[in-house]
């Protein structure tokens, strides 16, 4: 076994094969993120996107076009679609129509899940998933991007850059003092924190974020918010959230959100816009 935890184990370089994240690395990438054409300003295009389950519209004609460098705050009841728009988003629903873009020119609806991940899209869950029985950096290395066994002999140049990142990530997560505990022994807002920290590694374009702050204590979620408005500019992000003192600190006072309700766009202004909007206290939050 390695003797320093914060070098990737070179003898088993492998040995995470066959896991959930390294078949995404492992395929090599058809798209790099650097490849998206955001020359109209749009990171993430969706329009008339429609899905029904069983007759029923989850989402109905949602159109939605995110910027580049965006951080976007997604609000609205709950049955509204913002899961399920997340999941066209990512390749995990197919729409019955609709247009779904990342940049100009990736149509996402004909890419399945593990290409959609490769061309740079991220996305967290509610609940974290993280390797509980694994210390926090090997969670973060597990995470990463290699194209294992193409580049043997750049290997320990390469290897030298993913310590790098694995350090950069552990201190923007705010994990360094937690680094070799077992995940499974971290608070719930670590645990959220380092998934967004293996999501990182990754280098998505665009990191989609649904009810992070979820379960957390009112420390935890400001602790969140620093952190996703610490990565503004590091990629685009949509984030659907439910407290709404999380979603004022990221949205601040000019940033948009929109407001879905039965399966589209309500509303969409800075966040004292939509609150004094009519059908939005009418549907959401007047309730
Ligand atoms: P939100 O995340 O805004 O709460 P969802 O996207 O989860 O809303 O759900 C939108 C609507 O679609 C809900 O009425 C939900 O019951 C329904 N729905 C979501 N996924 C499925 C599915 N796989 N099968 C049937 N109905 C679904
Ligand atoms: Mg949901």
């Not at 593990?114 to 950096?137: L, N, Y």
């Not at 766009?265 to 059908?279: H, P, S, Y």
Request: proline letters at 4%.
């Amino acid at each position: 076994m390695n003797e320093n935890p914060m070098v990737p184990d070179l003898a088993h370089p492998d040995d995470n094969d066959g896991h959930a994240l390294s078949g995404v690395a492992s395929m090599g990438r058809a798209v790099t993120p650097g490849e998206i054409d955001v020359s109209h300003g749009a990171i993430l295009y969706l329009e008339d996107v429609t899905v029904s389950f069983d007759g029923f519209r989850a989402l109905n004609a949602l159109s939605l076009s995110i910027d580049v460098g965006e951080l976007r705050c997604i609000i609205g009841p709950n049955g509204a679609g913002k899961t399920t728009m997340m999941d066209v988003i990512t390749g995990k629903t197919e729409p019955d129509s609709g247009k779904v873009f990342l940049g100009q020119t990736i149509d996402l609806t004909r890419m399945n899940e593990p290409s959609i991940a490769r061309a740079g899209i991220g996305r967290k869950f509610q609940k974290p998933t993280v390797f509980e029985q694994h210390p926090v950096w090997e969670n973060l290395e597990l995470a990463m991007k290699t194209d294992k066994g193409w580049w043997a002999s750049l290997r320990a140049r390469l290897d030298r850059a993913a310590q790098a990142r694995i350090e950069e990530t552990l201190s923007l997560i705010r994990l360094e003092g937690e680094a070799l505990r077992p995940a499974g022994e971290l608070s719930h807002g670590q645990k959220q924190r380092l998934e967004i920290g293996m999501l990182l590694m990754q280098q998505p374009a665009l990191l989609l974020l649904d009810e992070p702050a979820a379960g957390m204590t009112d420390d935890e979620t400001m602790e969140l918010a620093a952190l996703l408005n610490h990565l503004r500019g590091t990629c685009s992000m949509m984030v659907v959230e439910h407290d709404m003192e999380f979603v004022a600190a990221l949205a601040g006072e000019t940033g948009k959100v929109t407001v879905m309700a039965e399966g589209r766009v309500l509303a969409q202004g800075t966040l004292d816009e939509v609150k004094q909007d009519a059908a939005v206290i009418e549907s959401y939050l007047g309730r």
